[in-house]
């Protein structure tokens, strides 16, 4: 016989519940338009006599209009135009007198009406109006297993830190007119062959590219110093400024080729030289050879608080694909 009784114990609850909300929302409602007149301003005993009753709505409010309006009602500087629903508002000065039952329906609601969210239950006088108090939450995360991570431990003395470089190729750049540009301030050598242009860029002072693609190679060392120094940064150190990255992404692509070192103009080829020098012969474009940094230089710049320049390294050792990875207990 009372088989369905939890369900039904369950029915009348909720409906407590929205009729508490209800009749909360109601009073708030028959104060707030006691309170203000026509055009939301407080009304003159002579007004309030004047102005014909007005009939409160009966009918519920959906429980979403009860939690967008936020626990408590919200305050302005300065009353203003009434919005729909029964959002109340009070003008300058005026003291907000609390509503001891609606104060106990929030305390015992509180979890699905926004507590927790900054800003959702009081503002400051003339910060905003109850539309305010969903958006600060709006941000707001919750604990999950996305705040969690995975990380690779890795012994680096036994394995250490292995850098290679990340060569750049411009396809709207022909070889010659990049070699051409790079002549008014860089020193340019010219190499028939690539492997001799790949042995003197090992052997080049930094900073030093090598230009290649079809037709040849060509070595830029020793830049202008001038044009180098107006050309980096004034905030970046000097380290950060000595990388052979940062002298190509603040000098040589913007000053000497007009472009910048995106994803839209450069494609990347990691580690080959020779692969970035097929693709630039492909495209009928220029492959940017470069050294790899040192793991020293890189540790420098970080302990420095920077960061090294967008695809600067290349870096290993990485995990296998495939490899299988468990889990450890965390006091």
Known sequence: MNADLHDRQALIADGHHRYATYRVLQ????????????????????????????????????????????????????????????????????????????????????????????????????????????????????????????ALLVDSSAYPPDLKAIHRVIPGLPLDE???RAKGSWRVHDYDDLTLGLAALDEAAEPAFLLAGEGGA????????????????????DRWSSLNTSVLSEFVMPKVWGMRDDERAVRIVHHDARAAVRLAARSGGTAVILKPLKAEEVLAVAAGGERVPRKSTSFGPKPRTGLVLRTFAID
């Open 27 to 150: 009073r708030q409602e028959h104060e707030t338009r006691r309170r203000t007149g026509p055009a939301g301003t407080r009304a003159s005993g002579s007004d309030q006599r004047a102005t014909p009753p007005t009939t409160p709505d009966t009918r519920p409010a959906p429980p979403t209009t009860y939690e967008a309006a936020g626990p408590t009602p919200q305050r302005t500087g300065a009353a203003g135009p009434r919005r729909p629903g029964p959002q109340p508002t009070h003008s300058a000065g005026e003291p907000q007198r609390p509503d001891p039952e609606r104060a106990d329906l929030a305390s015992r609601h509180g979890d699905s009406a926004g507590a927790g969210r900054p800003g959702s239950a009081q503002q400051d006088d003339g910060a905003g109006t109850g539309q305010d108090a969903p958006a600060a939450g709006a941000g707001r995360s919750t604990a999950g297993p996305w705040d969690f991570g995975l």
């Open 218 to 237: 060509h070595l830029l060392t020793d830049p202008d110093p001038v044009q180098l120094a107006h050309a980096m940064p004034p905030e970046r150190s």
């Open 178 to 180: 990049a070699a051409a």
